[in-house]
Each structure stands twice: as structure tokens, then as C-alpha cells.
């Protein structure tokens, strides 16, 4: 069980987190919505505008889970890795469409955003794993998951509301 004191230790990161990624949440949709037209009309971007999101969403959803007060570690673990293997498939899903779209963009573009995302998955993966198996050290992977996710969040916002218009 996360005991009081080692949820107070996470409790402000978490907090920091869930409120950071909500904000950025927020950037892509002002960026979506102040080149909706633009974006609707290049192939491959309104999947990135989803991808972006739902990356970001799940940092808000896990930081939230993390501060419920009393759960044992593993069902925060089963959370944890149930909205990351969420998050996985829904990004997999935009990737494959994207990778088969015959968008024109280079090869290049696809991987990259393959990566990025997927990279700020598994950290989440891996946490969760480990807190089912009941190591606390699961949640030192937030760091990396929550720092990848906003870094793939503001890629993806700064292509949706600069890049776009070039």
C-alpha cells in the first residue's frame, strides 16, 4: 500500500504534472481550433492532433489516478498500465493509419512520430508493471513518462499551430 507519507512525497510532482499536461492539453486545442481548416485539409495531422492529446490526457489521467488517497500500489499499477496500454493503442492505431496513408510526407516524419510517442509511453508501461508487482520504485518511471509526453506534446502543438501555416 502507498502509505500517507510516501503519497505526500509524490503528491506535488503529481500535482504539477496533472496541471502541466491539462495546460498543454489546452495549447493543442487552441492551435487545432486556430488552424482547423489548414490542418483538416494536410493528411496525417488531424491524427496528430488526436495523438498529441490523448499523449497528453494520459498524463493528466495518470497523475490523477496517482493522488486517490489510500490504494495499494498494485491497483494504482493496474490503472497505471491500463491507461497506457489505452494510450498505446490508440496512438498505434493513428501510426499505422498514418504509415499507410499516402500522405507524400517523407518516411522520415512517421518514424519520428513513432518514436516520440511511444517513447513517452513506455516509461508508464513499465511503471505500471512494476507497481503490480508491488515495487514502489514504479512511480520514479512518471518522471521520464510525464517529461517524454510533454516534450511529444509541444512537438506535436508547435507543427499544429506554426508549421502548419508555412
Do not use: K
Not at 35 to 41: K, P, Q, S
Request: some cysteine.
Amino acid at each position: 500500500m502507498i502509505t500517507a507519507p510516501t503519497i505526500n512525497l509524490w503528491q506535488t510532482y503529481l500535482s504539477v504534472a496533472a496541471e502541466a499536461a491539462a495546460t498543454l492539453t489546452g495549447l493543442v486545442f487552441v492551435a487545432v481550433s486556430i488552424n482547423l481548416a489548414r490542418i483538416v485539409e494536410i493528411p496525417g495531422l488531424p491524427s496528430l492532433a488526436v495523438d498529441s492529446m490523448s499523449q497528453l490526457l494520459g498524463v493528466v489521467f495518470i497523475a490523477l489516478a496517482s493522488l486517490v488517497p489510500g490504494q495499494r500500489l498494485p491497483i494504482l499499477g493496474g490503472e497505471v498500465l491500463t491507461v497506457a496500454v489505452v494510450l498505446w493503442l490508440i496512438q498505434a492505431r493513428l501510426q499505422i493509419a498514418y504509415v499507410r496513408s499516402d500522405t507524400g510526407h517523407p518516411r522520415q516524419w512517421a518514424t519520428t512520430r513513432m518514436l516520440r510517442t511511444f517513447a513517452a509511453c513506455l516509461p508508464f508501461l513499465i511503471g505500471g508493471i512494476l507497481m503490480i508487482r508491488g515495487s514502489a520504485t514504479g512511480m520514479y518511471w512518471f518522471l521520464p513518462g510525464v517529461l517524454l509526453s510533454i516534450v511529444a506534446g509541444v512537438l506535436n502543438a508547435w507543427v499544429l499551430l506554426v508549421e502548419v501555416i508555412r
